[in-house]
């Protein structure tokens, strides 16, 4: 990240703050001075009166600071030394439910040895927060930041596994809530007792003037369970703001209570172990009339103060943001111009994913090149988190320009993909579900486990194995492209064995209406251990062709994320090619995304200084006889110089 002098006038603020507060500990005064000049930039690109905020922020600082437990400050100083260290290419992210991966926290700390077996160096465990009764969006609506699911453990249980999980070296990621709460959170409860200290954390309006005006362009998140962005509270007699689910009550970033109550909030979580916060839902916190409420540049004035609030006090914390918007907003997560560097360390790469199901799906590599070569650059100092499922819907976030580009509809295409997915388009292997249609706007979106979406499903339900190979090898080139695009690379839970869709959401009254919950599978144990003691079960090629995968990029540096992976022009239109130019010199990456052996010349790999290319997955090298490398069905290859 850049650094910046201080204006005059920041160094004058700043020395009257130094001057009127007890001694300082030098670290703490170090970092203050450090980072002062970003976080009063983002107060003041926001706040009328930021510096009535420094007061009461300083003292919940220096609170924090003071708490901060030993182990912890001694990361502090590892990670200010070594700010790389989550780019780099030993980090492996896995992202599971407590409950459903084992049972509790305690269960968890029984597991380390299953996630260092797979080389796992962070865990994302959904949202744990204590969540208000179901219905709560998988616990996304959160009535008590300070408290964890009775169910899972307690705040010591917690803080015992972050301690656990570090020492194994891996750090543990939370989800942190900040577009809304439930409306059982105490604040929403003293909003509609009628408290008015408290009604202003909320947007709330007595009638539906402003919210019809902000209705005209908002668009509906959940159009099925939850249809509009307002529901009216008959206790508080408002409409209150819910862009989510009515009793997901959207706050207002716009009163500075806010922000110092989430900066106490992610310092007090730090202080128990915390180590990544997963601002979910970040792209909404900032309302702006005629707008979409997405995206505004105020989000990343107020993620910029937080973030050195945090690089103050705990600079080992990583933010991580939850954008699924579109690249030129996305990449502002990751900080543009003034932000540069100063926002969200790492941001979920939602087109990516989305170009490989739809490179699967159309055999065809053009579509995707061409999006992905457009996209923005980030700054050298963050890290996109790839990925191939996670917990929620596939949206097919396919640019209309980039369809036209290469002679596709956007529409159609996007028709295509949920046909597709949905196993309605014929020939398709998919077991997917049509998520939140919108016949408004023609919107499908598509839930679905990996392993179901790639064809292992229906293979295995017809007996066909010659089926349930080609769906293996789909999630094994989906994965390669995870783990070698650069980046942090998440393994969703249960992919590492193939877990098929969990029919038995249905049965589950507080799930049943929400079929996210088919890929959001119970671990299974059975298959874990089948996996690791028999090679040559469907469980067991899965997980051992990805742990291999896995340590083969933890020793490749040319993965470290820093350095971008630059798409080639598709020599061959079902081979996605990109090179990762490294001082050690170059690696190119191809992946056949078709059933037949396809060719790609060799002309492209020597103009790259592959001359000896070497693949670093099989650990052979390629025979450069007869111009063309042959790549069999799905085949992936990392390839570098030589046997280097
Ligand atoms: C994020 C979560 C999603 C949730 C939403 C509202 O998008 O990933 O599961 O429904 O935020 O909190």
């Known amino acids: 990240m850049f650094s910046r002098p201080l204006t005059p006038d920041q160094r004058r603020i700043l020395d009257t703050l130094n001057v009127a507060a007890q001694p300082m500990d030098e670290m703490f005064a170090v970092r203050l001075e450090r980072h002062f000049g970003e976080l009063y930039e983002g107060l003041t690109a926001v706040y009328p009166d930021p510096k009535t905020m420094l007061g009461p922020l300083l003292e919940i600082m220096r609170q924090h600071y003071r708490e901060r437990p030993a182990d912890l400050k001694r990361l502090d100083l590892e990670r200010t030394l070594a700010k790389d260290w989550f780019q780099r290419p030993e980090m492996i992210g896995y992202v599971c439910y407590t409950e459903r991966f084992a049972g509790s926290f305690k269960g968890v700390e029984k597991k380390l040895d299953y996630l260092q077996s797979l080389g796992v160096t962070y865990l994302h465990l959904m949202p744990f927060l204590k969540p208000r009764p179901a219905p709560n969006d998988g616990g996304y609506a959160v009535m008590d930041y300070r408290s964890v699911r009775e169910d899972l453990g307690t705040m010591d249980d917690l803080q015992s596994l972050a301690t656990k999980l570090r020492q194994a070296g891996i750090s543990l990621c939370c989800d942190l809530v900040l577009n809304h709460v439930a409306q059982e959170h105490e604040w929403a409860v003293k909003a509609r007792l009628g408290d008015p200290k408290y009604q202003r954390y909320f947007y709330m309006f007595k009638d539906r ?38 009793w997901q009550w959207d706050l207002n970033w716009a009163n500075p209570e806010v922000f110092l109550e989430f900066a106490d909030l992610i310092l007090w979580l730090a202080n128990k172990g915390i180590e990544v916060f997963r601002l979910d839902a970040i792209a909404f916190i900032w309302k702006r009339m005629g707008t979409n409420c997405q995206n505004q540049p105020e989000v990343h004035a107020i993620t910029q103060a937080l973030r050195a609030v945090a690089r103050i006090v705990a600079p080992a914390v990583l933010f991580k943001a939850e954008a699924i918007v579109a690249p030129d907003d996305l990449i502002q997560y990751l900080g543009q111009g003034v932000h540069f560097g100063l926002v969200s360390d790492t941001a979920y790469h939602n087109s990516l994913m989305v170009q490989i199901w739809s490179s699967l799906a159309s055999r065809d590599t053009r579509l995707m090149a061409q999006a992905l070569r457009g996209f923005p650059s980030k700054p050298y100092t963050t890290a996109w988190n790839t990925y191939l499922r996670c917990h929620d819907d596939i949206g097919w976030a396919i640019a209309d320009d980039d369809a036209a580009a290469v002679g596709l509809s956007g529409e159609a295409h996007r028709r295509f993909l949920s046909d597709y997915y949905s196993g309605r388009f014929p020939g398709s292997q998919a077991r997917g579900l049509v998520f939140q249609e919108n016949p408004r706007t023609g919107d499908r979106r598509i839930s679905g486990s990996g392993a179901s979406l790639a064809g292992l499903e229906q293979a295995l339900e017809h007996g066909d194995m010659q089926g349930a190979n080609l769906a293996l090898e789909r999630l094994l080139l989906g994965y390669a492209i995870v783990l070698g695009f650069g980046g942090i690379p998440l393994l969703y839970m249960g992919d590492e064995l193939a877990l098929l869709n969990d029919y038995r959401y249905l049965e589950e009254p507080e799930h049943a209406m929400d079929n996210r919950w088919v890929h959001r599978p119970r671990m299974d144990w059975a298959k874990a251990h089948r996996a690791q003691s028999d090679p040559h079960s469907i469980e067991g090629r899965m997980y051992h062709a990805l742990r291999h ?71 052979k090298s390629i025979a450069v006889s007869g111009g063309l490398v042959r790549l069999e069905p799905f085949a992936r290859l990392w390839l570098t110089q030589g046997e280097g």
């Open 209 to 246: 003037t402003l919210p019809d005006q902000y209705e005209r362009t908002l668009p509906e998140i959940f159009p099925d369970f939850a249809p509009g962005n307002f529901t009216w509270d008959a206790q508080a007699q408002r409409w209150v703001w819910t862009t989510f689910n009515a």
């Open 549 to 619: 995968l896995i340590a083969v990029r933890k020793s490749t540096p040319h993965f470290h994320a820093s350095i971008e992976a630059e798409i080639l022009e598709p020599k061959n239109p079902h081979v996605f090619a990109y090179v990762r130019r490294h001082p050690l010199g170059n690696l190119v990456a191809l992946y056949n995304f078709s059933e037949e052996p396809q060719y790609y010349p060799l002309g492209q790999l020597a103009e790259r200084g592959l001359t000896q290319p070497f693949d670093r997955i099989s650990a």
